[in-house]
């Protein structure tokens, strides 16, 4: 019963791990990474569609991204998209192909950029101790319920929190791995 706590727990953590280097792989750094499309919705016939499963995106080097649309009737509509997705990124087409040059960050977009990281950082520690909490509130019911002992509740709570505290150091190390990037010239 304590190890289906703590399989929950690993595997609550490691969502909210993979949900954090999601989130940094959008924050643009200022080198040309198509992930950071990956929010963009384009309206095809109606229908939100993700930018990549309507043209074939492309890192041409590292200042530069092409989107060769599937149909060419969809320039508008992507260009269109990446204008409103609040990127600050300004497309450009030829009539057959999207370029996307990707601007150097000002100091002040960096130091934005770092700031939303330090965001995400910190809304995935809460998840984190929350999941910590519910850990810790099966592992008294259990003790309460007869099920465990009190040495075995108090030596589960002190490992969830040790897994805690690893996963929350992992979380940290992440964020600044990406402010680092972000702050690289």
């Known amino acids: 019963m304590l190890d289906e ?21 959008k924050v643009r750094t200022g080198r040309a990474n198509p992930a950071i499309f990956d929010g963009v919705r384009v309206d095809y016939y109606g229908t939100p569609t993700p930018l990549n499963q309507v043209g074939a995106v492309k890192v041409v080097d590292a200042t530069l991204i092409t989107i060769q649309p599937w149909e060419k009737n969809m320039i508008q509509a992507i260009e269109k998209a990446i204008m409103i997705s609040n990127l600050g990124l300004n497309p450009t087409n030829d009539g057959t192909l999207i370029r996307v040059p990707i601007p150097p960050l000002t100091g002040e977009r960096r130091k934005a950029l770092v700031k939303q990281v330090k965001s995400a950082g910190e809304d995935r520690k809460v998840k984190a101790r929350q999941h910590r909490r519910d850990a810790n509130e099966m592992i008294k019911a259990f003790q309460k319920d007869g099920e465990i002992s009190e040495d075995d509740m108090h030596r589960a709570l002190k490992s969830v929190q040790e897994d805690t505290d690893a996963n929350i150091k992992t979380i940290d190390s992440l964020v600044s791995e990406k402010e680092k990037e972000i702050m690289e010239v």
């Not at 706590?5 to 792989?25: H, I, M, S, W, Y």
Request: glycine share 4%; net charge negative; aromatic share 10%.
């Open 5 to 25: 706590v703590f399989d929950d727990l690993g595997q609550n953590f490691e969502q909210v791990l993979k949900a954090l280097r999601k989130d940094l792989t």
